[in-house]
């Protein structure tokens, strides 16, 4: 179901296209875990995270003695290491009208009803899933190839997403990449709740539910 949008929504689109897009350049944070003790260090821009050096004589294992997500890198058990953050505008290109394709393409790519109750139960039956501070789990029903299509913007939309959590997107002539961190969708700074439904999934972008896409498996 399409639900008629707001003058102000519309408005409000139409400033979202036309302001500047901040891309930010990839860095590395250090983070170490001080006597076998838990240690969080924040990061500055939000990211797609991946261990880059470790450091300590500890063993780094994702999800179990180190992990991350929007805001911050923790690690325990001793981990210690240098964490490489890549961060992401969302548009394929720096100039002006990739960037209000990007615009566009968020609002194509979240903007959708969140109509189902959210629930864990196959976390606990996935031997992969190593308990509550492993944000960066994606579930196997998420990866995969996906397609949706926006009848409000008349766009077709195609999605993928890696069992590492990586994900790349394509609407019209924009391409897209963003990350799946603690079962959503982080595309440069948006955020997607992502809900599973029986041949794929509806994603919804945090603060705006009115325009409608569902996404159903293509591989």
């Not at 394929?92 to 139960?121: F, M, P, R």
Request: with cysteine.
């Amino acid at each position: 179901m399409i639900f008629p949008r707001s003058k102000n929504l519309c408005i409000g689109l139409s400033i979202l296209m036309a302001a500047p897009t901040a891309v930010y350049a990839d860095y590395t944070v250090s983070c170490k875990s001080h006597s076998y003790k838990n240690a969080s260090c924040r990061l500055s821009e939000p990211g797609y995270v991946t261990l880059e050096r470790q450091t300590s004589s500890s063993d780094c294992q994702k999800g179990r003695s180190w992990d991350y997500n929007h805001n911050e890198v923790w690690v325990d058990d001793g981990c210690a290491g240098d964490f490489r953050v890549e961060t992401q505008s969302g548009g394929s290109s720096n100039n002006s009208a990739k960037v209000a394709g990007a615009a566009v393409g968020l609002a194509i790519l979240g903007a959708l009803a969140y109509n189902q109750t959210h629930k864990d139960d196959h976390k606990y039956q996935d031997e992969n899933y190593y308990g509550a501070r492993h944000t960066s789990y994606v579930p196997s029903w998420m990866v995969g190839r996906f397609r949706g299509y926006n009848a409000m913007y008349g766009r077709d939309v195609s999605m993928t997403i890696d069992k590492d959590g990586r994900v790349r997107a394509h609407a019209g002539d924009d391409n897209f990449t963003g990350w799946i961190n603690d079962e959503e969708l982080h595309v440069g700074t948006t955020i997607f709740h992502i809900n599973q439904t029986r041949d794929g999934f509806i994603t919804a972008q945090k603060g705006d539910w009115e325009n409608e896409v569902r996404y159903h498996r293509i591989d």
